[in-house]
């Protein structure tokens, strides 16, 4: 076989093969993409499993949390202080250990957050009740507790990626509909910064 028989079987082969190895070529890209997109999916369900999880647990601890400063105003002994703090710090704990039993999938900066607020009402603890401030330093943790745990939830719904869909969702349907009750609670919350 000579250069010119040569040249003129590489170029009828040429297109055949280019189009074979284009064909594989895409399908192997494909299949990584689709096979990115189905990982991405599932740790995406699983992610929000884990956050709607931590939502349900902090709202126990924001009544926990309500109950705790309430009952404590009107403590006479730390020991008291302390007995009131049980429950609470018990289900502190079971924050802490959901989120360090998932932390794989759980945004550091959310779990962070939460825990650190969760510990607030634990600096009540050591002050005396019987002390001339103590009613307005139990204020005082109560509304940091409140604008933290109000921070918290903001969080997840942004790191669980429930903020995003919710604006999407309101630029499709474009709803129109509002009432004297829910422009009076919009106002409120972004007053007090607070969500029970």
């Known amino acids: 076989m000579n250069f010119e028989q040569f040249k003129d079987l590489l170029l009828i082969l040429l297109p055949p093969v280019s189009a074979l190895s284009g064909v594989f070529l895409a399908e192997y890209l494909s299949s990584r993409r689709n096979g990115r997109q189905f990982l991405a999916e599932e740790v995406m369900q699983k992610k929000l499993k ?6 349900e647990k902090i709202q126990v601890l ?19 202080v302390r007995g009131i703090a049980e429950s609470y710090m018990l289900t502190h704990l079971s924050i802490a250990e959901f989120t360090d039993a998932n932390r794989l999938f759980m945004d550091r900066d959310v779990t962070d957050h939460i825990l650190l607020t969760a510990l607030i009402p ?21 509304e940091k507790f409140f604008e933290n745990y109000s921070t918290a939830v903001d969080m997840i719904e942004e790191h669980s990626g429930i903020q995003r869909l919710r604006k999407s969702l309101n630029k499709i349907n474009k709803p129109k509909t509002k009432s004297y009750y829910s422009e009076y609670m919009k106002e409120a919350r972004n007053k007090y910064k607070s969500r029970p």
Request: proline share 2%; aromatic share 14%.
């Open 62 to 80: 924001h009544a926990e949390a309500a109950n705790f400063f309430e009952k404590a105003k009107s403590a006479k002994t730390k020991a008291e």
């Open 50 to 55: 884990l956050y709607e999880n931590l939502y």
């Open 122 to 142: 634990s600096e009540l603890l050591d002050l005396n009740p019987m002390s001339k401030n103590y009613t307005s330093n139990i204020e005082g943790y109560s």
